[in-house]
């Protein structure tokens, strides 16, 4: 199959095997220097003109070079005018190159290739290390956030480094993975989490991206529409990131050092009832009778008053110490850095530690024809995870009872059975879940790849290109509790342990070529090439008790998937004002057996107005283009990575059944889809680059309709035809609309004072257009968002119409006093009766995604003081409080069994006796603004020596937020709020040195 | 030229590399855990394993056990399982049951006020008809096989769809119905098959399978002549619900093969519910559960934890966690004139720290306890595979005493080839045993339809029967017989009749065009 792309590969072969030939030659020594100021300049390229001989000039401007006796040097550099010196007799040349204002241009990274920024037809956006945001950021999408427009980076939690949500445009899909693909140095990487459920820290690596070190990362550049994306086809639906790290420049070593030390502390706590108004409540509630609150009740409230949120966070402290050097060594550049970085939590007993090794070599051979890129990046990250049970305990536990108590279960108070055993379904001592609990685990990664380009002897304008690379991580854990651990009590042996380990590795093969050429006006810019990718993934669990006789888990897993793909794309400019891109990448998924392959094109124009002679002398509008572009991405990252395959599944050791005496392993036919395919997101996008004032004000506006069909759903299917009552499979459709618009200005730049401001604005709208195979009215959609309390209670919902995020809820009533009446819903249907019995009642009420999401920074520069921040505004995104509605309840204080729980003081906003879960009540307004970081610095061009260059730095990060919600953070990934690990305010001084 | 040879070596490689890649994208599952249909039924063994699912499939939630990679979805995945999603459907809307939890709809069970998006009711659809489609799967992979143990696993294969899709003709009435004759894991609209049609196919399923099935108890845990001959008999003895004609003496044909087979009544009535109730002579179909090899939040685990609450000792039943949901209502406690259990055993019934009336059933203590069942052996030692969590006691699906009950409503009823003297011999051979003597003991004249279903309730509650019975005796819709908070009135109020049947789900109305809901929903 796939004939065609074999000629290809033929083609390029005889590229390869061709030979090149020389003739006789001169040797000419040189040395360029800048013009202005006589600096000599290294990297500065010398090509004999009419040939591909040449040469690069060394960190002293000094170059050699053999020519052909009489010919003519062509010199050339970035930002600067090129300049041509006919060789005639001299042997020996210096040169000045005059700098060219008007060639600085930004080069962006695209997929296989790059582009000036000036030439994209795609919607592009790069954030460079200067950007970044500040703070301890341990894990590097956290750089981005509030930084794009259209990019949502959401950080799941405050765990210490804890993983991050990234949408850009809202996501495309369903079921399947709605995260962009990361590119880090060209090497795709495995989005799956290595998690089993239902623990996600069970793996170890909680992050794909925790084991790069942020410092390392030079730019992170964002491809949105389908122009820029559809050469990754079918993982490019939802965006790709492509992160780029630092490499090497030439010339003598440079050393930089960064070191910050940071103090974390919480926010706020949430408002629970004190102990004595706790104790008040309940023995208040006893002398009205309310139901289940009887004298026994009554009799279990103890003495004490414990703030258990107190108990269980502290300030946390972190160090983070950065060295780099970079330079080349004779002609090879490199850059070697190491990273440590300890993360306290303020959870107590987590914390995150990493070491990180990153290398860089950048070597240029066969006169600048053969150019290869060597990147590695290794890190050890050891992660403790503590038990985040105790978030949750703290809230719900009675705040009478003592933390200590002299019992057999460590001395923490515990809740006691009837028997005098642990109660199994009371609160669990918070400060003892996080003691007696030992969760640690070590993840090493290692990233590494080769790309080499070989640019044709005998055709310069042909590069071929190879990247081969492989991602491997590493990692086992220990979860264990000691025997007299109340929470893991069992009467055959207490406590607990818990091995696992994990290995995940990827292979990637790309062969690419990329052919330039400028025939009078037109010039071609085209790529093509063929790219193999292989994932494994192996995962063991082993959960037992201490004395292991009880086993409540012993599996393994593994699974792999491959992704072949041929792709093309041709740039095309006429006159250097008209673009024309076109790409088209044929993609293979193992996971399809019966569609393997899917073809993704597009198309894009630019029209470069500002190059226009009614433009070209207009001084107010300084840049104009026009952009829209066109085209297809897919999408197969499912869980499931034989979802069209017919398999029969062994059961566990578990899951077995009794025939007489003897215990039988089951097999079980699995469900799956034998049409399985991919799923297609098709994008429209109008984009406008625009430039004021010379520049001094510049943006960009993006108008996008983005519409995904055959999503790859995980819904009911008719029952009796398949071997389950849900399946994977290709049912609906989804739309995203939106607008984006970017703004960044400069309005003041003196030689002392210089002011950069930037905002960006966001605009998305999702709906559901199509879900079943019917349009039944009395079809209620696919149930989502699952919460705490209760059993498999939710208030989310897809349906027709309603944007995926949407919440499904009764409908609260209130009363005159806008209290919500408990129990009281709107009455949708009219069919009366118990409302909540039916959820045709249920609205679709309120989502969890925001309307409009606003970023805002600003640095201000005056002599050698800088301040800058960073903020957001998130608007019109809701939250379930499921924090109040699983526990702001009387009924909710006292378990018959025989334990007390803690409310939410919000309780005295609805008196409601039993839990409400579904009430639209809970549905809360979680627009915010955050100011993500404020930092003030101050350079030093002498630190003690003339040598040393220093800049100190005061960083405050998460500053404040300023926000109507009721909880303690309104910014909840999927927005249903429960029991997450805060995010802390942090305070951090930061020194950075270069020398 | 160097450079050259290492280009020809790499072109060689690369093109090589070409071709074998895009072969790579045909996968087989590395899972050692994960098989290829065709690599399946690789052995004997494997037979038995693939039988083995159809009987688990009643109880574990799927492969992992007790969570994890399960069969269906849409579900918690302890709610989910067949057992206690049939348990739910057949106690919770009756005088038996009521639970305490805020678990999405589950309190509409006992106000019978549930909706065709109901997701435990969804469940209960799922898995009836899900067991039936896994069964088609393995009917089709044994069938013409002549070996004498896979035909004798195919006949059980059949066994279990007919209960399955007995579970479905008795809930559901009318539902989507595929037999082996159609496609496999193929995206169609199953049809929908009238109730009375589905009866008649049930008839002749059981029919033609009765001679392939092992001799009543040839080895425990499977599906035998005893259990076919005890589904036709309920088949028969509710004929007038599914089909409107009576079937008594039908049902006393099979009932009288039962009982002249090798059961008899356990010595003592709470064996039937302990850990070692494996051992009863009076089990006639179980659904086997085990502490360590066959683990589920359905089964018995769910009903000795759900029924342990208040002041009841968790170490008294063998497990460690009171969840504190189920109790019963005054119109079973009040069947009993002594709730002590000395006087007729079968008062398994906790009073202590526990009220009669219920005024709130979200509150355990509302409403009295019941201690059926236990995860203890019948002489108070530890189970074999002890575990605090899950149970080793088998669910007694079917059991002799119930086929007593049967037979002798099936007398009252008219039909033919049983008698009277001898259904009161039955009835008095339960009652002896309740009361260990004689003095429980019914006369004739005592011996009635309106004392059957009360005996019934005394005899069975809490084993899954409820429901069915009352619908056969008219009692469970409308105002004949009322009980606390039915239709969601403390004293009970009457209902509408059309809640005899559940409501085909919303899921499946969605995703089938073909499907009509049930009336009145």
Redesign the interface.
Known sequence: ??KH??LL??AL?AL??A?SAKAQEVVVNGKVQDASDGTALPGVNILEKGTTNGALTNSDGDFTIKVQKSSTLVISFVGYTPQEIAVGEQTSVKISLTPDITQLSEVVVIGYGTVEKKDATGAVYAVSSKDFNKGIIASPQDLLVGKLAGVQVTSNSGAPGGASTIRIRGGSSLNASNDPLIVIDGFPVDNSKNGT?PNPGQAGVVNILSSINPNDIETFTVLKDASATAIYGSRASNGVIIITTKKGKDGKPKFTYNATVSIASPIKYYDVLSASEYKKLVTDLNEKGF??I?A?AVSHLGNSNTNWQKEIYRNAISTDHNIGVSGSYKTIPYRLSYGYTNQQGILKTTDFDRQSLNLNLNPSL?DNHLKIDISAKGSINKTNFGNTDAVGAALSFDPTQPVHASNEYGGYYTWL???G?P???ATSNPVALLNQTDNRSTANRLIGNVKVEYKLPFLPDLKLNVNTGYDVTKSSGLNTSPENAAFK????GSGRRNDYNAKNHSEL?D?YFNYTKTIGGSKIDLTGG?S?Q?F?RQNYNYDRNLNGS?IS?S????????L?SFFGRLNYTFKDKYLLTASVRDD???KF?NN?WGLFPSVALAWKIKSENFLMNNDLISDLKLRVSYGQTGQQDIQS??PG?????????????????Q???????N?????IKWETTTTLNLGLDFGFKNDKITGSLEIYQRDTKDLLN?????????????LN?NVGSMQNKGVELTLRATPISTGTLTWNAGANFTYNENKITKL???N?P???GV?ASFIS??????VGNYNIGFPSSAFFVYKQVYDTNGKPIEGLYVDKTGKG??I?????NRYHFKKSAPNVMIGVNSRVNYKNFDFSFSGRFSLGNYNYNNNLSSRAYY?AIY???GFLSNVPSAINDTKFA??Q?NSSYYVQNGSFFKMDNISAGYSLDKFFTSKLKARISLTAQNAFIVTKYKGIDPEVSGGVDNNIYPRPRTFLLGLNLTF | MKLNKLNIVSALIVSLGLTACVNDLNVTPIDPNLTTKDAAYNSPLAYKEGLAKLYAAFTVSGQQGPSGQNDISGIDEGFGTYSRAYWNCQELPTDEAVIAWNDQTVKNFHWQTWSASDVFITAMYSRAIYTATLCNEYIRVTAGNTDADIVKYHAEARFLRALAYYHGLDLFGNIPFTTEKDPSATKFFPKQIDRADLFTYLESELLAIENDLGAPQFEYGRADQGACWMLLAKLYLNAKVYTGTEKNTEAITYLNKIIGSTYSLATSYKNNFTADNDKSPEMIFPITCDGTYTRSYGGTTYLIHACLGGSMSESNFGVVGKWGGLRTTSALSSKFTDLSGNTDSRAMIWTDGQSEVINDIGTFTDGYGITKFSNLNSDGSPAIHHSDDFADTDFPMFRLADAYLMYAEAVLRGGSGGSLSQALDYVNALRERAYGDTSGNITSGDLTLDFIIDERARELYFEGHRRTDLIRFGKFTGGDYLWPWKGNVKVGTSTPSYRDLYPIPSNDLGANPTLKQNEGY
């Open positions: 199959m796939k792309y074999r590969v033929v072969l390869f095997i030979g459920d139901s289940g009887d026994t066969l059975s009837t028997d055993t109660n199994k379904i009590y069992n009467t055959l093969l062969l063929y193999w292989h494994t009880v888990d599996s393994r897993y593994k699974n792999e998937n491959y072949v293979g998924s193992s057996p393997q990575n034989y395959l017919a398999t029969y599944q062994i059961g566990k050791i578990n899951a077995q059944y009794q025939f007489g005496n215990f039988y392993q089951t097999l079980r036919p469900a799956y889809d034998g049409n995980y819904i009911p299917i008719s029952l009796g035809s398949n071997f389950s009552n849900f499979t079943t195979l019917t039944d009395g079809y209620t149930n309390g209760g059993v498999g209670n939710y009766g118990d909540s019995s039916s959820d045709l009924g378990n018959q069994s039993n839990a879960y």
